[in-house]
């Protein structure tokens, strides 16, 4: 325990951690994304056919997916500090070889790779958030980088095009993961936990403490992972509801990260620069939609005290403007393309209001094991829209049936958030 400051007035070295995080996340996102920038021009020089571009995208969230709970064991034996440094300084390395990739093997292979490498960076996340910010602080700490993650493809976008266009797609992941390396160092220098950090004092500690902080609670910690408790879980209206609306809200954002840029560059025939600037305004409508649909929410709870309204209200209408998608197919002009598909991602980042419903019903015993199984359907998204879309345009030849595939998604997560999730309220299990 450290001694009193005689400096009654508390640091804020959390701040300073939410920016490393952060970043993190952006490069985290950035790497899944950059194959999405890359893949016009990779296909064409590899000669990868549409289906088989849809089970390398898919790549990434096999893995990724299958690790979350490995991923979650070696953060517990490690720490925090190690595992994140550690798992970004990899994930960017696969990155970067991604760009000595001579065939397909070796581009399905990174992506296992990939996949395996990300898995503790979400698990990292929520520790630091618990460690380091008091519990009323930790909604506004998540929005931060839930919205970096979003705007910061958006502002990069024109960026990664640009470098495609100049340099070819293989200097994209030699400078991303080179990138990220650099800051996985980084992280490693400065990241500390709370009790270690040298930039905190101990009314900040204090202050930590006494919102919940710095250490996990025993009702946290309380339920191992085992597939009974799953089914058990899943049994339960709220949580399936809610489930089946992650996997189909989350296959919007897929679309987003993997085939968008190919759908206008060959779907729309819009040139690299115009790609580029053209596809940061759906990245940007998205990280309003975050923004907006936790603002509106909180409002609604508080007019109305009803946790239906306020929760479920703002999702059901994200869902269905992300539906609004397929309307794409059906305009010929490029600028009303972009504003659909900017509609669409605005609805999608409404949708990630769906992690604080989880939190909201989750049994008390089985809270990490919920959003364990809630985050694994988002995944099975990844593993699956990205097959099916590659497939789709590839037997067609065209997008018109991938964007019905996705819109339709949305509207049956609408539906299941109307007619499964039932009360927004607290599961009891005996």
Not at 64 to 83: E, S, V, W
Not at 198 to 211: F, H, K, M, S
Not at 288 to 306: C, E, F, K, P, Y
Not at 376 to 384: E, F, K, P, Q, T
């Amino acid at each position: 325990m450290r001694a009193p400051s005689l400096n009654p007035r508390r640091t804020r070295a959390r701040i300073g951690i939410l920016a490393l995080i952060s970043i993190a996340t952006l490069l985290n996102y950035m790497d899944r994304a950059v194959m999405g920038v890359a893949a016009p021009s990779l296909t064409a020089e590899l000669r990868i056919s549409p289906e088989m571009m849809g089970f390398i995208f898919s790549a990434f969230s096999w893995t990724y997916a299958a690790a979350q709970i490995p991923g979650g064991l070696l953060l517990d034996r490690l720490g925090t500090r190690i595992t994140y440094a550690g798992s970004l300084i990899l994930w960017s390395f696969f990155t970067l070889l991604h760009g000595i990739a001579g065939n397909v093997a070796m581009l399905f292979g990174f992506r296992l790779a990939l996949g395996v490498a990300e898995a503790p960076c979400y698990p990292c996340n929520s520790r630091i958030l618990s460690s380091w910010f008091p519990q009323d602080e930790r909604a506004r700490a998540n929005s931060v980088y839930a919205v970096g993650q979003y705007a910061g493809l958006a502002f990069f976008s024109p960026l990664l095009f640009w470098i495609v266009g100049s340099f070819g797609w293989r200097a994209l992941f030699l400078i991303a993961g080179g990138l990220g390396v650099a800051f996985g160092l980084v992280m490693y220098a400065h990241y500390r936990d709370p009790n270690e950090s040298p930039r905190v004092n101990q009314a900040e500690l204090d202050y930590i403490r006494a919102g919940g902080g710095l250490t996990t609670t025993r009702q946290e910690s309380a339920a191992p992972f085992s597939w009974a408790n799953v089914r058990t879980l899943l049994a339960r209206r709220q949580i399936l509801g809610a489930s089946i609306g992650q996997f189909c809200g989350n296959s919007t954002l897929v679309f987003f990260l993997t085939w968008f840029p190919t759908y206008l560059a060959t779907e729309r025939g819009m040139d690299w620069l115009k790609s580029g600037t053209f596809a940061v305004l759906p990245y940007i409508a998205a990280s309003a939609g975050v923004l907006l649909g936790g603002q509106v929410s909180d409002l609604l709870i508080r007019r109305t005290g009803s946790a239906n309204i306020g929760r479920k209200l703002p999702i059901v209408a994200g869902l269905l403007l992300a539906s609004t998608i397929v309307a794409a197919n059906f305009v010929e002009s490029n600028t009303l393309v972009i504003a659909i598909m900017s509609i669409a991602f605005f609805g999608q980042g409404m949708v990630n209001l769906g992690w604080t419903l989880i939190a909201d019903v989750a049994p008390r015993q089985f809270v990490g094991l919920t959003g364990g199984v809630f985050n694994l359907c988002a995944n099975l998204a990844g593993i699956v829209t990205p097959i099916v879309v590659g497939l789709i345009v590839g037997q067609t030849g065209s997008f018109y049936g991938a964007l019905a595939f996705i819109g339709i998604l949305a509207l049956i997560g609408a539906a299941a958030y109307v007619f499964i999730v039932g009360d927004v309220k607290r599961v009891e299990l005996d």
